[in-house]
């Protein structure tokens, strides 16, 4: 397996602009994790999935932000209009439970 | 609601040492406790994973061990290696396989 794929790697992008990360968990892994890295607050779990279904998402920060898991494969984390406090780098993990997590390589997210 | 801390924020060693790192979490209903590294500009990486149930997991020159009633989780990193130079996360897992991860530690391993 290749792991938990995110997409892009990198993206700089404009105030007000809408921004979409993309993440692929692995196969069989039933539970799928967005977190978000920052120096001053570290790891902050956003939103996580059960079997594509949001099951808790208190720690969205506004609106702005939204998740979707249309299929077991597939997760997209959209912020629209994005804010340069916005900048981070944002993870995608996936587990199977009650198991280690597998995280991506992230996205490095940069507003400007 | 659950609380995590790593002492120290940082550490430099000379390679060769034997070093500890601490973690520390407020409520001690946790499914597991995992231990990640992290490189510069990288992904994380899991080192181990203790069961609520199990007192400690060794895996290589890592050796991790949980005390659940007190809260508290310790990583022992053996004869340390510049290779170890990174940032280690503890995290715990609560009932519903949410991870709260802690600050990290970074260590760096001087040649």
């Known amino acids: 397996d290749a792991g938990v794929i995110q997409s892009p790697r990198h993206e700089v992008t404009e105030m007000g602009q809408e921004v979409t990360l993309r993440c692929k968990p692995i196969?069989?892994?039933?539970?799928l994790f967005w977190y978000r890295q920052t120096m001053m607050r570290g790891l902050e779990l956003l939103i996580y999935f059960n079997n594509n279904v949001p099951i808790d998402d208190s720690g969205m920060p506004e609106d702005r932000f939204s998740a979707k898991m249309p299929n077991a494969s597939f997760s997209t984390l959209k912020i629209q209009p994005s804010e340069p406090r916005d900048s981070a780098v944002y993870f995608c993990?996936?587990?199977?439970?009650?198991?280690?997590?597998?995280f991506g390589s992230g996205t490095r997210l940069t507003v400007v | 609601k659950q609380e995590v801390t790593q002492i120290p924020a940082a550490l430099s060693v000379p390679e060769g040492e034997n070093l500890v790192l601490n973690c520390s979490f407020t409520d001690s209903a946790i499914y597991n406790l995992q231990w990640f590294r992290q490189d510069p500009g990288k992904g994380l990486t899991s080192l181990l994973l203790?069961?609520?149930?199990?007192r400690e997991q060794t895996s290589g020159r890592l050796n991790a061990s949980l005390d659940k009633s007190s809260g508290r989780s310790t990583l022992y990193i053996a004869a340390s290696q510049p290779g170890d130079s990174a940032t280690y996360l503890c995290a715990v897992m609560d009932s519903s396989y949410k991870l709260i991860f802690g600050s990290g530690t970074r260590l760096l391993v001087r040649p």
């Open positions: 196969s069989g892994h039933d539970y």
């Open positions: 203790i069961q609520s149930s199990q």
């Open positions: 993990a996936s587990s199977p439970g009650p198991g280690p997590y597998t």
